[in-house]
């Protein structure tokens, strides 16, 4: 039985740590889900209160004017309220739906305003982690080596990102744009090579005329310095026979 109990102090340790860690600490997290198609069908008060209590915390963070937040409220509360936005909403899937084009279909049917589209949207950002730009590091890195070039390696990510998104290697259709393009690959790399070229040429031209106006103005500098220091030469020689004479 004390087995069983620090069992249960244990995971209950683990489960208040993830929560510290994690966005779910913030009521905010919690007051997004208003957007939720299935909060919409089927609990419409709670979507609405969430709602309230979400433009409540954009508010006072200065993200939208109080104007803008009753806008906001009395439009969305006008869009769920249709019977074809109540249908879609209970209708939605999780699994063959991304909520994303479920409202952008929604605004487009309905005609929202800007403001509201906008609002929505930074919301459904709010849910995005970084994992899709750690693995593009993770890719990138996969694919850098010695002495590549930028363009090199954007060029490898295009084709990359192309196949993935057409399902892999198998599922891509050789066409004839493609066999040109392969055709033309000397070419373009060597017309690629002379741009560089005279790019790098052209810097060089402005470095070496940066160079020579910042040796000019060192020159100019230590000139001045040197008049300085003899006109201050000349005057303390003055100064001296000028006492000695006063004291004749």
């Given at each position: 039985m004390a087995f069983k109990q620090q069992c249960v102090e244990f995971l209950k340790a683990i489960c208040l740590k993830m929560i510290e860690k994690s966005p779910l600490k913030y009521p905010l997290c919690k007051y997004i889900t208003f957007c939720d198609p299935a909060v919409i069908s089927?609990?419409?008060?709670?979507?609405?209160?969430?709602?309230?209590?979400?433009?409540?915390?954009?508010?006072?963070?200065?993200?939208?004017?109080?104007?803008?937040?009753?806008?906001?409220?009395?439009?969305?509360?006008?869009l769920i309220s249709k019977e074809s936005v109540i249908r879609a909403a209970a209708d939605y899937s999780r699994k063959s739906q991304r909520l994303d084009k479920f409202w952008s279909g929604t605004f487009k049917i309905h005609e929202c305003s800007e403001v509201l589209v906008n609002f929505i949207r930074s919301i459904l950002i709010l849910s995005h982690g970084n994992a899709f730009v750690e693995r593009g590091f993770s890719i990138n890195k996969e694919m850098v080596v010695e002495n590549q070039l930028e363009g090199?390696?954007?060029?490898?990510?295009?084709?990359?990102d192309a196949v993935h998104s057409k399902g892999g290697l198998k599922n891509i259709e050789v066409n004839k744009g493609m066999i040109s393009r392969v055709r033309n690959a000397r070419s373009e790399y060597e017309l690629a090579r002379k741009e560089r070229a005279a790019q790098n040429k052209e810097k060089e031209a402005e470095e070496k005329k940066r160079r020579a106006v910042v040796d000019e103005v060192r020159e100019l500098k230590a000139k001045k310095l040197k008049l300085m220091l003899e006109k201050d030469h000349e005057m303390e020689v003055i100064d001296n026979r000028l006492k000695e004479l006063s004291g004749h």
């Open positions: 089927a609990k419409r008060k709670v979507c609405l209160i969430r709602l309230g209590n979400c433009l409540t915390i954009i508010r006072e963070s200065n993200r939208l004017s109080a104007s803008q937040c009753d806008l906001i409220e009395e439009e969305f509360t006008r090199s390696l954007v060029g490898l990510r295009q084709v990359c």
